[in-house]
């Protein structure tokens, strides 16, 4: 265990002490948040991001110790552990390197090798691996016996190799060596399968392609995999590059494996079989071997990539900024079947439900007028939520002249319902509203999303959200890990009101789960609203510890505390009393009152029991107490005139709302039913890695369109305004002429020469984007 944290305090370059504090915290049940926000005297202040990346190497260094302590147990119970090799396999520190080492003494099936050293071969492939000197044909003659099922010398040779091949490709050192030199040395190449050009058309841009594996992206390797699963390329890793490949073809690997044995040419009657044996561990089972490792390793790779991706632009979302507690209208767009309508006031209790039919084939424009319009005064709805889905442009007008009629006092804001009919769907939704219809459901949660996105996206698998790329090609129990942790520590983060909390939000909360959630939601309902903290410790089954996890995050607007009201920990409720008495405040007069805590010294209020974190966090608690971190509301709004993709022309300046972020750039909703891709050198005018530097989900943005291809729904667009539009180039650039900032070489080995590198860039990213299933509705 020391062994561990001492390696994690490394890696995240901290005390040990520190690591160690927090994983004796998380090995007793405390959570992420609550270590991070309420035992920094501990930890050293490690905050969430830390924390959370502890949490995974210290899982995955367990399983490493776990899988070591299976490794030496197996090695022992065939008398074949040595102090050395004890020594090599507790000195790994990945579980590749262990399973090297393992490979030896891994219990495997029958094979050539082992059949042969049971015909007694194992003399003869040593005797000439010591001995080049020695003639192969001569010695093998000496092994032949039918008896043994060695009828010729050719055989005890074929033998011989099979036990010199398993011999090769099972040293550790070598075999560890020859996947780096793969790793760096080596491409991935893809063709297209034959007759699948016209299928295939959507990995076009993969039909004649290689890149070396060190520069492969993360979405591109998810796009060659996917496009190889569908059975439309096909895939191949290449130990070189093409000129090393003609100029030397696979020799410098040959060449390793001979060194690591003594094994070269020198004209003794041995050296020309021996080089043989080489290259037929090499090509036969090494090469494949390492293939197949390599592969699962660039998987890997994208994966984790995919997920952070996920993970980033779920924290987004979820911490966009609410609306607040406004009546407001929530319209879930369609055509023939209509718009579904759901008012719900300020608390997202629904008041009113309805259909109406404004669109073809119905057409009863004037009649929705007057039905919203009545709803809208009955209910003094404030706001307006339009799912943006099919119709939604259509819709959007209906609300805009709606709003035009009301005297513009009421603001309409198109939302992502991306999940809304997971949600009608669920089981969830039909005990929140029962009776109601699978199709109103939907209305209601626009609506509610728009008032306060975390609240309601809770609802919902975080995976029907639709802010990941490829996620339907991920591990399931990786994703669902990762976005849990997401979700826990935005939900954590804002705080809950305890009082208003739905059963989803409470189960996120620190130290609760869906057990306990809908107990204190019984609970309430039973006997009304809590009124301090300490009456959850009422709530059946709900302990010490889940108390001590919760409470910080629970809020309680207009109980008898105050404090029940901000993210002080009841357990500093005494450290605030010795605040008062030194200010000979009352907690009415100090709480908000920022003159009179920026004057406190900190150190002053520290001691044994509450460390100066602690005291520090308590007095800015104090001065904004229960602060929501998200930003402040703003809405975006899309140009009149442009509906459709044929109302787009290059050169447009408009106003959008980013939808989603992937690792090759943003897609932006700018009001025409097809999100526009802004790639990642578009994003801004200088260098960045990730497009999530420039754009999250949410973000209101304004774009400059740069080329619009109607019959593949492909927009591109460019949050570099100041570019001038280069028709030849298909591309934003500079007045100059020239590009500037971003990623500008797109260029890849294997691609098409003569086409415009900013517009393969484009293309390939619509390819991707293509590959994801699409939102609903579109």
Known sequence: MNAINRRIAQELQVAEGQVAAAVDLLDAGSTVPFIARYRKEATGALDDTQLRTLEERLRYLRELEDRRKAVLESIRSQDKLTPELEKQVLAVDTKAQLEDIYLPYKPKRRTKATIAREAGLAPLAEGLLANPALDPKVEAAKFVDEGKGVKTPDEA?????????????????????????????????????????????????????????????????????????????????????????????????????????????????????????????????????????????????????????????????????PAGPRATMGLDPGFRTGVKVAVVDATGKVVDTGVIYPHEPQRRWNDALALLG????????????????????????????????????????????????????????????????????????????????????????????????????????????????????????????????????????????????????????????????????????????????????????????????????????????????????????????????????????????????????????????????????????????????????PGMVLEGVVTNVAAFGAFVDIGVHQDGLVHISAMSKTFIKDPREAAKPGDVVKVKVLEVDVPRKRIALTMRLDDAFDAKAGRGAPSGGRPQGGRQDFSRQGQPQGRSSAGNAFAEAFARANATPPKKGR
Request: one cysteine or more; aromatic letters at 6%.
């Open 374 to 649: 009545a709803l809208c005064m009955k209910h003094k709805v404030e706001l307006i939520a339009i799912g943006n889905g099919t119709a939604s442009r259509e819709t959007d007008k209906l609300a805009s002249e709606l709003v035009t009629k009301l005297g513009g006092k009421i603001t309409k804001i198109v939302v992502s319902e991306a999940g809304a009919s997971v949600y009608s769907a669920s089981a969830y939704a039909a005990s929140e509203l029962p009776g109601m219809d699978v199709t109103l459901r939907g209305a209601v949660s626009i609506a509610r999303r728009l008032q306060d996105p975390l609240a309601e996206l809770v609802k919902i698998d975080p995976k029907s959200i639709g802010v990941g790329q490829y996620q339907h090609d991920l591990a399931e129990f990786k994703l669902s890990r990762s976005l849990d942790a997401v979700v826990e520590d935005c939900v954590n983060g804002v705080g809950v009101d305890l009082n208003t909390a739905s059963a989803p939000l409470l189960s996120r909360v620190s130290g609760l789960g869906e057990s306990l959630a809908g107990n204190i939601v019984a609970h309430r309902d039973a006997n009304g609203a809590f009124k301090t903290r300490a009456e959850l410790k009422k709530v059946p089954r709900l302990g010490a510890k889940a108390f001590e996890q919760c409470a910080g995050f629970l809020r309680i607007r207009g109980g008898d505390d105050p404090l029940d009201a901000s993210g002080v920990h009841p357990e500093a409720y005494p450290l605030v009393r010795k605040i008062l008495a030194a200010t000979k405040a009352d907690i009415h007069v100090l709480i908000g009152d920022s003159k009179i805590l920026r004057g406190l010294n900190a150190k002053n209020f520290a001691d044994e029991q509450f460390g100066l974190p602690t005291v520090t966090d308590v007095l800015k608690e104090l001065e904004k107490p229960g602060r929501d971190p998200r930003p402040e509301f703003k809405t975006a709004t899309f140009k009149e005139g442009v509906e459709t993709l044929s109302d787009l022309k």
């Open 157 to 321: 040779l074929e033998g011989a190799r099979a036990i010199l091949v398993e011999k090769f490709t099972e040293k550790a050192e070598l075999v560890g060596s020859l996947r780096e030199a793969f790793w760096n040395r080596g491409r991935l190449v893809s063709k297209v399968r034959e007759g699948k050009t016209q299928d295939g058309a959507k990995y076009s841009d993969y039909f004649d392609f290689f890149e070396p594996l060190t520069k492969l992206p993360s979405h591109r390797i998810l796009a060659l995999f996917r496009g190889e699963k569908e059975e439309m390329l096909d895939l191949v890793l290449e130990p070189e590059s093409a000129a090393d490949m003609e100029a030397n073809g696979e020799k410098a690997y040959e060449q390793a494996i001979a060194a690591s044995f003594g094994v070269a040419d020198r004209g003794r009657p041995g050296d020309k079989w021996l080089m043989d044996a080489v290259r037929w561990a090499w090509r036969t089972r090494l090469k494949i071997s390492l293939s197949v490792d390599l592969r699962a390793k660039l998987w890997q790779t994208a994966e984790d990539q995919a997920v952070k991706v996920f993970a980033g632009n779920l924290r987004d979302l979820l911490l966009a900024a």
